[in-house]
């Protein structure tokens, strides 16, 4: 049972342009929102978060969206740049403690064409 | 320094070895993990370990084998693996209970060691 999907596995840009990409979740216990980014050869790094009380949270170019009542989230990155180019995980925790409990998605791989 | 350092970065090994994975990190954080990720999959959680102590065991079968000797290592033995156990298998640390990143829960990981079993 998938929590977290991302169902467009790939996406190509123009530079310049936005990049949007989605995310669905299943489980209204998650309280936290999360982008990974991951290059190829590398672990996965953080990149936004948005709490589950906030419908958005901006930093830079990146701005993400908290649809609750759809349970859907999106990233947009404005404008989208060559170096953007990689798999990006949305990711969600539920609840808190000691450790995080993280659900990835799918990952949707990004393609900035120059 | 927020680096979470894992070795090997690569590893092959025959089903009937005996290796191991080594994770280490020096941000101060007492919970860290073991993720398994399979080409064109997200990662999967294996283990938790929090203030040494493991924490979450999601029913990974007993050829993988976790330790945390102290609050900066956490190594991944490895014996009698399938062909189907090859994948990258990333280390991530988090926060403790204070700080921004422990409330939005982020996960600092390394790089990850490729494995691969004949």
């Known amino acids: 049972d998938q929590q977290v999907k991302q169902n467009s596995p790939s996406l190509s840009v123009q530079e310049g342009r936005i990049s949007i990409l989605n995310c669905d979740y299943t489980n209204s216990m998650f309280d936290y929102f999360l982008w990974y980014k991951k290059y190829p050869a590398e672990g996965p790094t953080f990149l936004i978060s948005?709490?589950?009380?906030?419908d958005k949270n901006e930093d830079g170019r990146f701005t993400v969206f908290l649809n609750k009542s759809a349970k859907h989230l999106s990233l947009h990155i404005v404008p989208s740049q060559p170096g953007d180019s990689a798999v990006y995980f949305c990711?969600?925790?539920?609840?808190?403690?000691?450790?995080?409990?993280?659900?990835f998605g799918t990952g949707t791989k990004l393609q900035v064409i120059p | 320094d927020t680096e979470v350092t894992q070795t090997p970065k690569h590893l092959v090994m025959g089903m009937t070895n005996k290796k191991s994975l080594k994770c280490e990190q020096h941000?101060?954080?007492?919970?860290m993990y073991w993720y398994k990720q399979k080409a064109k999959k997200p990662p999967e959680l294996m283990f938790v370990?929090?203030?040494?102590?493991?924490?979450i065991n999601e029913s990974v079968p007993s050829r993988f084998s976790p330790e945390c000797p102290n609050s900066s290592l956490l190594n991944l033995h490895l014996h009698a693996l399938q062909p189907e156990d090859s994948a990258l298998y990333l280390c991530?640390?988090?926060?403790?209970?204070?700080?921004?990143?422990?409330?939005?829960?982020?996960?600092?990981f390394g790089e990850g060691s490729r494995l691969t079993v004949l």
């Open positions: 990711a969600a925790r539920a609840g808190s403690g000691g450790y995080q409990k993280v659900t």
């Open positions: 991530a640390s988090s926060q403790r209970s204070l700080g921004l990143a422990a409330i939005t829960g982020e996960l600092f």
């Open positions: 941000m101060g954080h007492r919970a």
């Open positions: 948005i709490s589950s009380i906030k």
């Open positions: 370990y929090s203030y040494e102590k493991l924490s």
